[in-house]
């Protein structure tokens, strides 16, 4: 149905018009059947559910299990290049949630925003991850108020050991970000904000008089290169 686009959900099942029918729908199970279980299609023991403003809550407590059930299964059915992208995306949506987000830097600007890990030549997503409010970004290795340095944590962890190249924007790069790939046998390639912390203090734009055509200026620290 995401790919097939009908004006009705029921055009799905009708086949006196053999143009504009859809094939297979009919075959699997019956119109009546289908909409049974849409109807009552349920994934979560709601008496379990952490109340909003409590700790442990889960802003997709009703869909946890299924998200992590499928995102298990993208990268245990495919082996991915040696360069992965990492970005975020938004989902497009104009409906009503808490969830929604305003990004205008998107082509859908309104809609749900997910981190994702793909893999760079393909575009296969291997990680995904939904953002559900600052309560989920809380992680004990993190540095204070280094929510990007968790986001990377979560999706390359079940990556780690394999010589992945992870390429990132500049929301994500940093020193300690490289450190703790470095320290899982996997590399990082992106612009970082030379106010990081750990960043070259002389890479600065006013510590450096560059005009256009001036050679690089290049920082070395043991397995981590900074060019300006």
Not at 94 to 99: A, D, H, Q, V
Not at 131 to 160: F, T
Not at 183 to 201: A, D, F, Q, T, Y
Not at 217 to 224: C, E, G, L, M
Request: aromatic share 10%.
């Amino acid at each position: 149905m995401g790919i097939v686009s009908q004006c009705n959900l029921r055009d799905y099942w009708q086949t006196k018009n053999v143009i504009t029918q859809t094939p297979a729908f009919h075959e699997v199970m019956s119109r009546n059947r289908w909409c049974a279980i849409w109807t009552h299609l349920h994934f979560s023991d709601n008496t379990k559910a952490v109340p909003r403003g409590e700790s442990g809550y889960d802003g997709l407590f009703k869909i946890r299990q299924l998200i992590d059930t499928v995102v298990s299964k993208f990268c245990t059915h495919y082996q991915a290049a040696k360069e992965l992208s990492l970005d975020e995306m938004v989902i497009a949506f104009k409906g009503k949630s808490t969830l929604k987000q305003y990004n205008p830097r998107k082509p859908d600007k309104w809609g749900f925003k997910a981190f994702v890990l793909c893999e760079a030549k393909t575009g296969y997503a291997l990680q995904w991850l939904l953002y559900s409010g600052r309560e989920s970004d809380s992680d004990e290795r993190a540095p204070p108020c280094s929510v990007s340095y968790n986001i990377v944590q979560k999706l390359v962890a079940p990556h780690y050991g394999q010589g992945h190249i992870i390429y990132m924007d500049s929301y994500y790069t940093s020193p300690d970000v490289a450190d703790v790939l470095q320290e899982n046998k996997c590399g990082l390639c992106g612009p970082c904000n030379v106010s990081r912390s750990g960043m070259p203090h002389d890479l600065r734009s006013t510590r450096q008089s560059m005009t256009k055509g001036d050679p690089p200026v290049i920082r070395r620290n043991d397995h981590k290169l900074a060019c300006a």
